[in-house]
């Protein structure tokens, strides 16, 4: 978020996304779709989130890529499947499908986890709020997108807390499972305990007043932000023209 693309307003980069995944859906084939995971990474190498980026692609979306790859080229039995042993067949219709459902999955995912990546919550809280939306539906969007993280860091806190107990939290499956059962109480106690601090917290900063609200966090629109946002509407409006015409 220190690099140049990083400090670029939030609906600027938002409408990059909005272009990469229209275009994404409806082009047809999937080799552009395909091209969508190089050109992503680029440009992560630019924002200087090339190393995270990847992390989480291959821990999140390759597996879901590799699970329907399998399942429809070598299990979903088609008319033109081969059998090779046992329920395992071989489709050249499936291998098709899953060519363009991945191709589809791989390029609007690489573009939204980037976009997460460059722009911090604050950012798009602030923007949202700026155009004006609600601060109620504001704090709704940021609670969604920041409960996960929140709840791996409890969990690793209370992991960790056992674990100085000399409670045996690493190993086999079934170690793991022993170990999560007791985690779950400190889990949910915790959780809801922070619900209440934060509702004293937003009382205290008159959240339910209806007053104009001022903030000292600033994020200005520069003139990149307008030349990216013209750029998008230009390749988008000319994209629908060429695809009527076509």
């Known amino acids: 978020m220190d690099s140049r693309i990083g400090k670029l307003y939030p609906s600027s980069k938002f409408a990059f996304v909005i272009l990469i995944i229209l275009l994404s859906m409806f082009t047809p084939g999937y080799i552009f779709q395909y091209m969508v995971l ?8 630019c924002s200087r989130t090339a190393t995270k980026f990847l992390a989480t692609f291959v821990k999140s979306i390759l597996i879901v890529v590799l699970f329907i790859f399998i399942i429809q080229v070598f299990i979903v039995v088609n008319d033109d499947s081969q059998k090779i042993w046992g329920i395992i067949h071989f489709s050249q219709i499936g291998l098709t499908t899953s060519l363009n459902m991945t191709a589809k999955i791989i390029a609007i995912s690489s573009s939204v986890i980037w976009f997460f990546q460059v722009t911090s919550v604050k950012d798009i809280i602030y923007a949202l709020e700026k155009s004006g939306v609600s601060q109620k539906v504001t704090f709704v969007i940021a609670s969604t997108i920041q409960l996960i993280p929140q709840m791996m860091s409890l969990s690793k806190t209370i992991t960790d807390a056992q674990r100085s107990r000399g409670i045996e ?12 059962v007791p985690m779950i109480g400190p889990l949910v106690l915790s959780s809801i305990q922070q619900i209440e601090e ?6 205290s900063r008159a959240f339910s007043s209806g007053a104009k609200k001022t903030s000292i966090y600033e994020l200005k629109k520069q003139k990149a932000d307008y030349l990216i946002i013209t750029f998008c509407a230009v ?4 994209y ?6 076509s």
């Open 198 to 203: 934060r509702v004293l917290t937003l009382e």
């Open 240 to 245: 629908i023209v060429w695809r009527i015409l």
């Open 169 to 180: 939290t690493e190993g086999s499956m079934f170690v793991r499972m022993k170990a999560f």
């Open 38 to 45: 190089p050109f992503m990474l680029l440009i992560s190498l």
């Open 235 to 238: 390749i988008l409006i000319s």
